[in-house]
């Protein structure tokens, strides 16, 4: 167990067995596997998400109260991060011995309902759903410096796979020459963020705790491109499309190659100021080859400690249908 000061209450979980509700009723052992999902990241710990409880089933709903309509105006990023809440959802099942049934879309007059997730015949969990569950407490967003050690290739290549186990493509970047062009990228982006004076109000309101000075091999970094550049293991996160699946898709993907990082030690945290213009994102396409989609610029390393980011409880984002 994690154990947190009372504004992080809600990391404060058990990741050993024990304390799921086996015999008791759907609406018990939804409501404790739900802990979980709202533990999963998302874009600027906007947490975008909420959950009707209905039953033997529960629907996720994306919460656009919270959504960034400077930034993102699509609802991209929202439904990336509602991604990550369905992972965590559907990992906390099959690690309690229950098959994780979903239904994407589940009702076309509600657009917000984006999966209902039924509880399912019994399973045995597989090791791996053993190893990611239990970095759900420690998966953290690294605000603050790396060391400068790069993870393994072991490492990375769990990376990897993790993110096409959820239909995703993670690509590290290795040349120092895409490494140099991504940070200007990032650099050119961070220009225009803070020449919208929307964009500031809203990143003001959101990102509170979020990148501001990094110590690297090359010194103090203070701007986004140098602490690109500076990163141990840079990453593009990628999906084939660009649809409102595919960022769904590319959200369990996130989840599911942040938790198998947390398992091996390694943090995260993103520079994903690129890819709220299109021009640049298409720029990023070309350095780093191919025709998939870009979703998510990831720096990852390894971190000593970093503080939990405040969760709404779930009482706050659960509802519970007659």
């Not at 609802?75 to 965590?88: F, K, N, Q, T, V």
């Not at 967003?141 to 290739?153: I, K, V």
Request: net charge negative; hydrophobic share 45%.
């Amino acid at each position: 167990m994690v154990t947190v000061s009372a504004p992080h209450a809600a990391w404060d979980v058990h990741t050993a067995a024990g304390d799921f509700p086996a015999d008791g009723l759907a609406a018990e052992q939804l409501r404790f596997l739900l802990r979980y999902a709202t533990l999963a990241p998302s874009v600027h710990n906007t947490q975008p998400w909420r959950f009707r409880l209905a039953g033997e089933a529960v629907t996720l709903l994306a919460d656009r109260s919270r959504q960034l309509p400077a930034a993102d105006p699509e609802a991209r990023e929202l439904l990336i991060s509602c991604g990550a809440a369905l992972y965590h959802l559907r990992l906390a099942l099959r690690r309690h011995g229950l098959r994780d049934d979903v239904c994407y879309w589940p009702e076309p007059a509600e657009p917000e309902a984006v999966a209902r997730v039924q509880l399912g015949e019994p399973v045995t969990p597989a090791a791996e759903d053993e190893l990611l569950f239990a970095a759900i407490a420690a998966r953290r967003t690294a605000r603050t410096p790396l060391e400068e050690r790069r993870p393994a290739p072991a490492v990375v290549a769990a990376l990897r796979a993790a993110a096409r186990a959820e239909g995703a493509w993670l690509h590290t970047v290795s040349s120092e020459r895409a490494r140099r062009d991504i940070a200007a990228l990032i650099a050119e982006g961070e220009q225009y963020e803070r020449a919208d004076i929307t964009l500031q109000r809203e990143r003001s309101r959101w990102a509170a705790g979020s990148i501001l000075t990094f110590a690297t091999a090359h010194g103090i970094a203070t701007e986004p491109w140098e602490i690109a550049a500076g990163t141990p293991l840079l990453a593009v996160l990628e999906t084939e499309g660009n649809h409102r699946e595919d960022w769904l898709s590319a959200g369990q993907a996130l989840a599911r190659v942040l938790l198998r990082a947390a398992a091996e030690g390694v943090q995260a945290s993103f520079l994903n100021q690129p890819l709220h213009h299109s021009g640049l994102r298409g720029r990023l396409r070309d350095i780093i080859g191919g025709s998939d989609h870009p979703q998510l610029i990831l720096r990852l390393g390894y971190r000593a400690h970093a503080e939990p980011a405040t969760r709404r409880p779930l009482a706050e984002v659960l509802e519970v249908a007659d």
